[in-house]
């Protein structure tokens, strides 16, 4: 509760709380950091593994990976699989990218939720929560990777995303897809050193990989990091999406709120005692409220 | 790759302060051209 | 004991009273019932099917746009037409401008009703309905989002805005008692009322402050909650003005001449108002325009669009109003009113529905469903209008 605050005391800046979540920064610092998963585009084989092991591990629809030729399309992830992979055609030839939700540090999804269905685990991942959404899809508007999936033929629908396979996470395990990656393209960890492995990477091999770890700054960080070879616009990412995490865009408003609820109806009374004033010295009728 | 660009929030300063001059003057001319209607009847 | 007699006595005769009122008076085969009650069955036919087989069934609504006609317009647009009640409960309850007390009782009535009715077509739209109560009750306070302040209040101001209107209930119930203690609560729930509808109005824009990549950037901007807040003021009272008429025209002989103020005055007056807040509104948009440097993205559709919403259908109305004013012409009010209401629905679509992801392939466009549900909710508010009006004292102000 008080980590789930912190972040969220940093998140909009309160100073007036800034000493309190300095102490509970250092507390928890040994006990948890974020994790997160780093995708290296280019050892991706596009085998769609990860789509089976994922849809499989939560009872969502399996694709057929040999047979369906998903991949001449660009999909997006829907209310049916919560992961896809995607190939694209670049100069260095075939590309392919998995696609999922990005594990924002500071989601949008959850500044958005009224109800906290959408939440930001202690661990990282977000996880969704249906007894208490209400099917608002207000997360939907506001996800910028426009991940949060709604399911429109039923009457009681849910919101499908990737939660990180937060249950394995709990019992000490991988996600399922980077357990079921045959190639190491999917690597597990905290975001730290996830950090490290990458630039690393991008160190040794300057030639291989374009200089920018994607997820590293994007909307504020995200817990998915990515690698490439080729600029990470041409294999659909957004690179115009900013680096302020999106819960900072509502904060200005949701800070007026309370000072309007202070001011104006202070404010009002003043006006109205005035014009009361003005009215008895004006000899009218006094007002009277019927 | 590019996270630290410098942004000119004062470029279009020029062209805001000159708005907001005619914005004055217009305003005050329509504040008279509705405000007249009254005087014009009684 | 015999107090409880007395009681139920009591209550005996207000249920008489009530069943008695319940029965619909006058014609029954008006054009407006002849089109308006199919409308409305058909509307609940829609809607069974909407909640037994899921929101996809009657709506066009896609992962692409999770919020659609319903949200933009009945929401969005129908709480942004109900902003007459706090303007003029301001002026004059706050300001005590007794020029347009005569119509604050039927202008806090159509915000009332339109908050139940609008704002209520929000549960229509939830997936998930029956957890509505979750963000109230307290067992989840999302505190940092803007869709739970706003939620909460419209509920807070739903409660205002009746305790403003409880005491033309109370007349009509002849609960004399009742009708003391709810009118000396008027003041303090128009303050209250007025500070929320600031809150809500300006709360409503910024639920789109998160979707930055998805609206175009002619309509997003970070001064969205100001620029809602102050195009309610003028939207409220063009709405004030376009329903004044109406029901003029139609409640012809509810309407006594117990103001000595003409009603053409008050028409004016209000004009005025919504030509100077409007003027204001477009100066926004240019210092917005200018701030952003939007000049570049003008020169193409939305561009063009865009000019027809900011001009045609802020600036040229704002003109209008000004010269009606001016030449105490009521019919160029009232044109003036409507063009400003049809610039307020293009500015509320613009944001939440047509340029919103603006450049995505297979647009949005509301199903035939929606709109008949749409248009039942907007008949169904003028059902439960009419029923009030013609029975309380809604167009009178005695005391
Ligand atoms: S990618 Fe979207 S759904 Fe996932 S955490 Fe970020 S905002 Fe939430
Ligand atoms: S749809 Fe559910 S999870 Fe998403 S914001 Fe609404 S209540 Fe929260």
């Known amino acids: ?45 596009g085998c769609r593994l990860c789509e089976v092991a994922c849809s499989e591990e939560h009872g969502n629809y399996v694709p057929d990976v040999k047979n369906d030729h998903a991949l001449e399309k660009i999909r997006d992830t829907s209310e049916k699989q919560w992961t896809v992979v995607n190939r694209f055609e670049t100069k260095n030839g075939e590309v392919f990218v998995k696609r999922q939700c990005m594990h924002c540090w500071q989601p949008a999804c959850t500044a958005a939720c009224l109800t906290n269905a959408m939440f930001k685990t202690k661990e990282g991942p977000i996880t969704w929560d249906g007894d208490k959404c209400m099917g608002c899809r207000y997360c939907m508007v506001s996800c910028p990777f426009d991940i949060p999936k709604f399911e429109y033929n039923k009457w009681n629908p849910k919101i499908q995303k990737c939660n990180m396979c937060y249950e394995r996470l709990q019992e000490g395990k991988k996600p399922a897809c980077v357990q079921a990656c045959p190639k190491d393209a999917l690597l597990f960890g905290i975001k730290r050193e996830l950090m490290e492995v ?23 960080g995200t817990g998915w990091l990515y690698l490439s070879a080729v600029p990470f616009e041409q294999i659909g990412f957004r690179t115009d999406l900013g680096t302020t995490p999106y819960p900072e865009y509502t904060k200005e408003f949701l800070f007026s709120v309370p000072l309007v609820l202070f001011g104006v109806p202070a404010l009002l009374f003043g006006l109205n005692l005035l014009t009361d004033r003005k009215n008895e010295l004006n000899k009218n009728e006094r007002w009277e409220n019927e | 790759m590019e996270f630290y660009y410098y942004v000119n929030i004062f470029e279009t300063k020029g062209l805001e302060y000159l708005l907001l001059i005619c914005f004055l003057v217009l305003f005050i001319l329509m504040v008279r051209y509705i405000s007249t209607s009254d005087k014009k009847k009684s | ?10 209550f005996r005769k207000f ?24 409308i409305i069955l ?51 309850y706050v300001m005590r401008v007794e020029k347009y007390h005569s119509i604050v009782r039927v202008t806090v009535l159509n915000g009332l009703l339109a908050y139940i009715f609008y704002a209520g077509a929000l549960v229509l739209d939830l997936g998930r309905p029956w957890h509505i109560i979750n963000p109230i009750i307290g067992n989840s306070f999302g505190y940092n989002s803007v869709l739970f302040l706003v939620s909460w209040h419209f509920l807070l101001y739903m409660i205002a805005e009746f305790v403003e209107f409880s005491p033309v209930i109370a007349e009509w119930a002849h609960w004399e008692k009742v009708r003391k203690f709810v009118s000396a609560l008027t003041l303090g729930a128009v303050i209250f009322g007025i500070t929320l509808s600031m809150l809500h109005q300006s709360g409503l824009g910024a639920l789109f402050l998160m979707a930055k990549p998805k609206i175009h950037p002619l309509w997003y901007s970070e001064f969205i909650p100001i620029l809602f807040f102050v195009s309610s003021i003028f939207a409220g009272l063009s709405m004030i003005i376009f329903e004044g008429i109406i029901s003029h025209k139609v409640f012809k002989d509810l309407i006594g001449e117990k103001s000595h103020y003409s009603y053409e005055e008050i028409i004016l007056g209000l004009g005025k108002g919504a030509a100077i807040a409007m003027f204001v509104y477009y100066f926004f948009k240019a210092l917005i325009f200018i701030h952003e440097k939007q000049w570049v993205l003008i020169n193409d559709f939305w561009g063009y669009w865009y000019l027809v919403e900011v001009i045609g259908f802020v600036l040229i109305p704002c003109f209008m109003f000004a010269y009606a004013v001016r030449n105490r012409s009521i019919g160029i009010i009232k044109i003036a009113s409507v063009l400003a209401l049809i610039g307020i629905i293009l500015n509320r679509l613009n944001i939440s529905v047509i340029a919103f992801n603006w450049d995505v392939a297979n647009k949005y466009y509301p199903s035939w469903q929606e709109i008949v549900v749409t ?18 004292p809604v167009f009178s102000k005695e005391n």
């Open chain 1, 198 to 220: 990458a630039r690393h990477r991008v160190y040794s091999y300057p030639d291989k990989y374009v200089h920018k770890i994607y997820g590293e700054h994007e909307v504020g």
């Open chain 3, 375 to 392: 248009l039942m909710v907007v008949f169904s508010e003028i059902w439960a209008f009419r029923w009030i009006a013609t029975r309380m």
């Open chain 1, 1 to 45: 509760m008080n980590r789930r605050n912190f972040i969220r005391t940093t998140a909009t800046i309160s100073i007036a709380a800034l000493p309190l979540g300095k102490l509970n920064a250092q507390e928890n610092k040994e006990k948890k950091e974020f994790v997160g998963v780093l995708v290296d585009t280019t050892r991706c084989l």
């Open chain 3, 15 to 38: 249920f008489k009273f009530l069943i008695q009122e319940m029965k619909p008076r006058g014609k029954w085969l008006t054009p407006f019932n002849i089109i308006s009650i199919p």
């Open chain 3, 42 to 92: 058909l509307g609940l036919v829609i809607l069974f099917f909407r909640f037994t087989k899921g929101l996809g069934s009657v709506t066009n609504l896609s992962q692409q746009f999770p919020w659609g006609f319903w949200i933009g317009f009945d929401v969005v647009t129908g709480v942004a037409f109900a902003g007459g009640a706090y303007i003029i409960t301001f002026v004059v």
């Open chain 3, 1 to 10: 004991m015999s107090n409880k007699a007395v009681l139920i006595g009591e």
